[in-house]
């Protein structure tokens, strides 16, 4: 599956990259689901330097929210450390201790979905990174991480426009406005002014 | 200053009203009979006596009313008003700034006493005298900005500026139009501007941004903004839009006079000398369409705004659903004639 392309948006939405090799001293590369293919397309541009930035890599994987689990791939590539972790607030902490013991020099890669990456990179930020040693490459599903301006609980994997909170129950649809302290787009409910007057959901995020 | 403070509310009987000397000096906001979205800054220097503009920040009838109905939305949602951690020496700033202006502009009601750090402030109006040591937080009851925003009128946000951008990371926000303090902070200036349309076409925000990266301490600015709202509601946040949001439904041509109101925001923005942050007033000025209407200028101009309005530009300010009702109840007070340019009603 290649990188994936956006319709246009509005302008807090993040923009994405495709990963390239960078020398540094070591690398990190967070993925979810199909985000893999992009860490195995980003060794496969490294060529024949790509022995030696696997003995300083360290990859940590997400299967999908979908069921996409690629982990053996990865594993194939034989990094210095691998490491499968069943959903991100799994792996958060060992994220966070990784990003806490780095030195000067490390190259950070996310891939996958948006939520994946907006969750990663907001660890990142706030270990106090360099932006310029992240790169992103949205791969996958399109599902959002929702924040219901109402009660402020968050919903994730929502495919559908409108959406009911996982939270209040509230009918929300999902504008197009991104938070990344909150790694999350804004949900407003969609019948205030009519109540019950609710359009029947569309999959938008797929 | 010839008026008494109103004892009224902003929610439930809604029994807030404008005195004619509050409606003389409303701040309308159109100097043209056509809106479209503009870098409409000027400078905020003092205008004209009894206006608006007379002083730094301005304090009117409607002062301590407003003042009480902060003060429960904060009881109800204390996440309207947030700092980051670096931005404390912003709301020293901004304390300061505002201390030193009401003593100088409104010497009757506020005194401001500095002897070295030590700092007695002076609020007759509210009955507060506090004693407390500039710049460090433990001598008063809450954070510097907090503090005297809970006895300023209008919402107050503070930018930092790094990295040729501004991130708005504090914020006392509680008399907002439809935006939400706890969604937007850490973001930059064109992350939280994202959902107005039209104008980041027309290069708004790049302009307004390159010319706001460069304000200077000393030389602060001002523009309008403007929507509608349904009743004489402050806190009309996306948070309770399940409870304001119905309002919309209900609007008459008999009620309409009296539930329909003009939302005028006076933004002013001044560079903050310790910081380097920028602070960033929004005033928020209601003036029912009855009142509105005492002014046959602003009455002819308003119909032709709401009137000829681009149609994205009134669903974003929230009052699409009513704007054929609005300009059919307008049309009564226009009679065609010319309006002289420049907004203050008997130019």
């Not at chain 2, 008459?252 to 933004?267: D, F, S």
């Amino acid at each position: 599956m290649s990188q994936t392309v956006f319709e246009k948006s509005i302008r807090s939405r993040p923009v994405y990259g495709v990963l390239q090799p960078r020398a540094g001293t070591a690398h990190l590369c967070v993925a979810d689901g199909e985000g893999a293919g992009a860490i195995r397309d980003l060794f496969a541009k490294a060529g024949a330097d790509a022995p030696a930035m696997l003995a300083k890599t360290h990859i940590i994987y997400v299967p999908g929210a979908n069921g996409t689990d690629e982990f053996a791939s990865l594993e194939a590539l034989g990094a210095a450390q691998c490491h499968r972790s069943p959903s991100f607030w799994a792996a958060e902490s060992r994220l966070r201790k990784v990003l806490a013991d780095a030195h000067m020099g490390l190259q950070v890669y996310l891939a996958g979905t948006e939520t994946l990456i907006g969750l990663a990179q907001r660890d990142v930020m706030e270990a106090g990174l360099p932006h310029d040693a992240v790169q992103t490459e949205h791969r996958g599903s399109l599902s959002r991480r929702v924040q219901c301006v109402h009660c402020k609980g968050i919903t994730e994997n929502v495919t559908t426009d409108p959406y009911v909170c996982s939270h209040c129950g509230l009918n929300l649809f999902v504008r197009d406005h991104y938070s990344r302290r909150l790694a999350a787009f804004q949900g407003v409910n969609i019948d205030a002014e009519e109540p019950g007057n609710v359009p029947p959901a569309v999959e938008r995020f797929k | 200053m010839g008026f008494e403070f109103n004892n009224e509310t902003f929610r439930n009987d809604f029994t807030f009203r404008n005195s004619e000397r509050a409606i003389k000096r409303f701040p309308f906001p159109f100097d043209r009979d056509d809106y479209m979205y503009s870098v409409n800054m000027e400078p905020h220097v003092p205008g004209r006596p009894g206006s608006v503009f007379e002083h730094a920040f301005d304090v009117d009838e409607h002062y301590l009313a407003e003042m009480r109905d902060r003060d429960l939305v904060l009881k109800e949602d204390p996440l309207r008003c947030q700092s980051l951690p670096h931005m404390e020496l912003a709301g020293w700033d901004l304390l300061e700034l505002i201390m030193e202006s009401k003593a100088r502009d409104y010497p009757h009601w506020f005194e401001l006493h500095k002897t070295g750090k030590r700092w007695t402030w002076i609020n007759k109006p509210m009955q507060i005298e506090q004693t407390f040591t500039f710049l460090d937080p433990s001598t008063l009851p809450y954070g510097p900005m907090e503090y005297i925003t809970r006895q300023t009128q209008g919402d107050f946000t503070l930018q930092d500026q790094r990295d040729e951008n501004l991130w708005i990371e504090a914020g006392m926000v509680t008399t907002q139009a439809d935006w939400s303090l706890d969604f937007d902070i850490g973001m930059s200036f064109h992350e939280w501007h994202a959902p107005v349309p039209l104008a980041h076409e027309k290069g708004v925000f790049d302009r307004a941004l390159k010319f706001l990266l460069k304000l200077q301490h000393g030389a602060p600015v001002r523009r309008f903004n403007w929507t509608h709202t349904v009743d004489p509601l402050l806190d009309t946040s996306p948070e309770n839009y399940p409870k304001w949001g119905p309002t919309r439904t209900e609007i008459t041509m008999e009620n309409l006079g009296q539930r329909m109101h003009l939302r005028v925001e006076l933004q002013t923005l001044w560079r903050l000398p310790r910081s380097n942050a920028i602070a960033f007033p929004i005033r928020c000025y209601l003036i029912k369409y009855d009142e509105l209407v005492t002014m046959p200028k602003w009455a002819r101009r308003m119909h032709r705004v709401v009137r000829d309005i681009h149609p994205d530009l009134a669903a974003y300010k929230g009052f699409l659903r009513n704007r054929d009702l609005m300009t059919a109840w307008l049309a009564q007070y226009d009679d065609g004639a010319p309006t002289s340019p420049g907004w203050w009603p008997e130019d």
